[in-house]
């Protein structure tokens, strides 16, 4: 049974940090693409970050570009996510997914496995 659990959510203070990992069991994910999506009280999941299998693609929105930075381990079938500066909104439930294919995508239609999500709660 393919299991996506993230950690590493909290509550933190405006322009701190904090890194977010999500990590696989029941099959290899090497091979494929793996994302952060959010989704804010209210809102759409949004796409925020993607890495391709062997992290020489990432996508990023608009809005954490310069801030947020993917990036992944096979051998520990994790990805990460290492968010700086934070702000107020980016507060969200942050959820892990992957998507069975080599290229870098941001529709949540297109993913195949998701996590349950983590808190992230950003005060100003």
């Known amino acids: 049974q393919v299991q996506l659990v993230e950690s590493g959510g909290g509550l933190v203070q405006a322009g701190e940090s904090l890194r977010l990992s999500c990590t696989a069991s029941?099959?290899?994910?090497?091979?494929?693409?793996m994302s952060w999506f959010r989704q804010a009280p209210g809102e759409e999941r949004k796409f925020v970050a993607g890495i391709n299998w062997n992290g020489g693609t990432t996508l990023y929105a608009d809005s954490v570009k310069g801030r947020f930075t993917i990036s992944r381990d096979n051998a520990k079938n994790t990805v990460y996510l290492q968010m700086n500066r934070l702000k107020p909104e980016d507060t969200a439930v942050y959820y892990c997914a992957v998507l069975l294919s080599i290229v870098v995508v941001t529709g949540t239609d297109d993913y195949d496995y998701w996590g349950q999500g983590t808190q992230v709660t950003v005060s100003s």
């Open positions: 029941g099959r290899s994910f090497s091979s494929y693409t």
